[in-house]
Structures are given as C-alpha cells and as structure tokens.
C-alpha cells in the first residue's frame, strides 16, 4: 500500500425528503456538467472559501430548495470516500446530509443543474443515480426510518398545525407500512412531549373535525415508536 499522501477535494450532498400526495419523495436534480451530465442526482457542491461542510449543506440547501437551513435541523448521514467514487481529479470525498421539510414547493434549478424535481423514493431507486448517490439515499432514507423511531422528528414532515392523521401517514410513507389507527393514536399522545393539543379543529366533509396538534417539545420519543411492534 503506497504511503503517499492524498489530496481530496471535499462536497456536501443533500437527500431532502418530503412527503407530497402520501408519498415520501426525494429532491434530485439533473447534472448539466460532466461528469455523468444528464444523470439525475442528489443536489450538492464543494466547499468554498472559510466554509465548514455544515455550512456547505446550508448554502446548497437554500439555492436548491429556498429554506433556510435553521428552520430545520440537517443530520449527518456519512462520509463517503471510495476513491471510485467520483472519477474527477483530485480525489472528492463528501459528506452526506439528510433534510426533511413539509410541503415544499416544486424546485428551480440551480447553477449546475438541468433540471429539477421531486422523485418518490420508490422510483428513484430505479434510475440509477450519478456517482455514489443510490447508495447515499439508501442509507439516508435508512437513517430517517430510525429516527422515526427514537425521536420525534417525524413532526418535521408536518406543518405548523396537523391531526394524528397526519402523523400517521408521515410514519407510513416513510416506514411503508398500513398502520393501526387506534393503536398508533394511544401511542403518539402518549408518548411525553412528542405533540401537544392546540384546541383546534380541521373541519371534515366525512365525519367529524379532527383535532388539531403542534409539535411538543420533546426531542426523544419516550417510550419510542418501534417498527417491529407494527410489524414493519
């Protein structure tokens, strides 16, 4: 093995979900530039200038979707580094980081971008993304099943205001599971912190008005929402 130091460039890529008419979806865009130009990929760019990769992730978030990176938290997915992983020279490694937002609006291409669009993940497992991006999404889309778990970041998928109902299609397009309404109902309320009734009601054209929660403040879901006790 040679012992020759290496010299990397470094890249933040963003798999940003989001759950559009019940499915959970994927923010990719179409590369303009080489290498694999006309591919689709998960947005992302290099490092510039006094920038930390967190913030990387941030800048890339807003040009690609217009949030604000503080308005949601970013989780870190992994490094990559295979060094087949990307055929430009010097060798880049990135940083993998999942976003999760409500309702976002349809994209506008960024700089390097062709084209952008939103993907339902089950599709998007299918095209064949450019570099090492099915196996990012893999392993983000892998990450934010747990999370679901063992926090209460699936409220981050939610408005401001939102019914169980709600909830509870956010945990099956993730989980891509048909969930128990009764059962999953005893255990979101019960769980310490997780949502907080408003007082509110959504009116129903079928049946009566749904109550209305915002997201408590706890970070932790205690006890957690297990997926193997909805048989996911």
């Known amino acids: 093995m040679s012992r020759a130091r290496q010299t990397v460039t470094l890249t933040a890529d963003l798999v940003i979900l989001t759950i559009r008419d019940g499915v959970l979806c994927v923010l990719l865009v179409e590369r303009k530039n080489e290498p694999f130009r006309g591919r689709m990929a998960l947005p992302g760019g290099f490092l510039r200038g006094d920038e930390s990769l967190e913030e990387t992730a941030a800048r890339e978030l807003a040009e690609e979707t217009g949030l604000d990176a503080e308005a949601l938290k970013l989780e870190q997915v992994g490094v990559y580094s295979a060094p087949d992983r990307d055929p430009r020279r010097p060798r880049v490694v990135t940083c993998a980081y999942l976003a999760i937002a409500p309702n976002l609006p349809v994209p506008v291409a960024g700089s390097d971008a062709r084209a952008a669009q939103w993907l339902p993940v089950v599709e998007a497992v299918d095209v064949g993304l450019a570099f090492d991006h099915d196996r990012i999404l893999a392993d983000a889309v892998e990450l934010a099943r747990t999370l679901l778990q063992f926090s209460t970041i ?79």
Not at 155 to 180: M, S
Not at 209 to 224: D, M
């Open 154 to 232: 699936a409220t981050a998928f939610c408005g401001p205001e939102f019914t169980i109902a709600d909830l509870r299609e956010v945990y099956e397009a993730v989980w891509g599971v048909v969930l128990d309404k009764p059962n999953f109902h005893r255990k979101v309320t019960d769980a310490d912190g997780f949502v907080v009734p408003t007082g509110g009601k959504r009116p129903s054209l079928t049946g009566r008005p749904a109550a209305l929660y915002r997201a408590g403040e706890a970070a932790e879901l205690v006890p957690p929402m297990m997926r193997s006790r909805f048989g996911a």
